[in-house]
């Protein structure tokens, strides 16, 4: 063996079949395995190496990186996914021949110098970050049972029980904003999008004379804008995220100019439920195609989409047996739009329902897009507890979705709560995200009105841990400090510029992703 290749400590884990992960505090290369073939480990050994650890400063131990925790998951610290100069490089090896005591046997490389977190995830492993190990180590993640304390047998934890509920998902549908233009029906009480209608109406937008166009124009350009945009945050999402994306477009005959925001329509659930919402303007109603209904209730789970093998998704169904999300049970609130006696009840999706999917609470501002009896009502459909509150912009003018002031992950939430007005209103808001165990990351109005509040967690499609999405003129607002905790329970925060879609549309990143779970 090189006799500068030391060993720190073995970690045996069963996320994955007869795995031990081995830490080697200088590079092993191929005398590591030499180092433990006596021990009779498990079948496949997976060698760790400080790449960057500089050469004349003591070395990190694998207790100061990762602990294993009571129900079976790897527990990490957050520095190994957001840091790249603390990355982990990872070898794997499998064992050939006899493991029987006194037995020869060798270890043959199977992998070479894979970033760690993205070698764990391809074995299965469940990893999670924890900025306090020590902590991590003795509690179980919330909502996922928990048998009797792991036994180790030969430095071997068991099996981790099976999984509980997600708060996220690698998987979402988009629509191109191929027929995109301001849409001065959903203008009225999107403060967001005012500029849109100035310039429409050829007032002055943002203090800057509007161009002196037909509206048609202004539409194309703005059109072409958008679409450069679009494909810019594609890309960051398949290949920075690593999401599947099932990509769609829209036509002019659509007539549905905010098309390009499907998560107001529809929502899913890992139940397997389809729910269909009422929305306010009647050119945002005519989103809800029946060819991307029955795409997403027959065909979906056949595979496809972008950043998949399969390619990207289409929209005609392709018939599918054992569909994801059965047509029995989509729960249709649309009739609630057209409501005469005493008026339509709106709750436009995800927009003004922000989940925590994990504990099952939906958080939800109130305004003409929002009903409160009918939140309600949604929520005894789908189990989840309603927190309903006001909140109001720097104007004072009601915020239109609660998914522009707050975004809620696996264990933080960001939040405005600033705009909550009502003493009593923001301590029940924040109460309920302290007692499911989110920290919060507050942001003020003036992020708000820079889109901060309009981020979504989405699984990173290499390593499975949740990272953050959002636009870049959201990231550019955010202050040391924020970014310092958002890092603490997010493996990646990923932002893309789309300031004409922003400033048009009157949404972010969020508004354009609908989750498919």
Known sequence: M??????DCLLAVRGAPDLTLVFCIQDAADNAPRAVIGAQLTKTVCFLRDIFAPADQPPRTLRDLMRMTVDGALAVVPELANAPERMILAD????HGDRSPGARATYHLKRSSVEFLEMMHSLGVEVRLAADLAAAEKAPARNVHVG????IVFGVFPLP??????QSTNEILMMAPTAFEANLQAAVD???MAAAAQVKKGKEAEGEPAPAVEDDSLNKAARRKVLAEYAGLIQMLTREVGARVHLFSHSLQHATPDACFPNNWFSTTQDGVVALYPMKTPNRRAERREDLVDFITNAVGGGGGIG????SGTSGAIPNANPRYPRDKLIDLTAEELREDPGPRILE?????VLDNVNKVAYVSLSERADLDLATRWGELMGYTVCAFTSSDAQGRAIYHTNVMMCVGTSAAVVCAEAVKDDAERAKLLASLASTGHEVVEISLEQVGRMAGNMLEVLDGRRGLPVL???????????????????????GLHHAPIPTLESIGGGSVRCTMAELF
């Not at 998949?308 to 390619?311: D, Q, T």
């Not at 999706?349 to 329902?353: A, I, R």
Request: proline share 13%.
């Open 349 to 353: 999706g995800t927009g003004s329902l």
């Open 161 to 166: 029980p099976p999984r509980g509920r997600v």
């Open 190 to 192: 999107n403060h967001f």
């Open 148 to 151: 009797p304390p792991a036994k």
């Open 2 to 7: 090189d006799p500068h290749t030391t060993i």
């Open 469 to 491: 999405c959002m636009s870049s003129q959201a990231f550019d607002s955010l202050h040391p400090p924020q970014l310092e905790a958002m890092r603490r329970h997010w493996a």
């Open 92 to 95: 794997l090896y499998e064992i």
């Open 308 to 311: 998949a093998s399969g390619g």
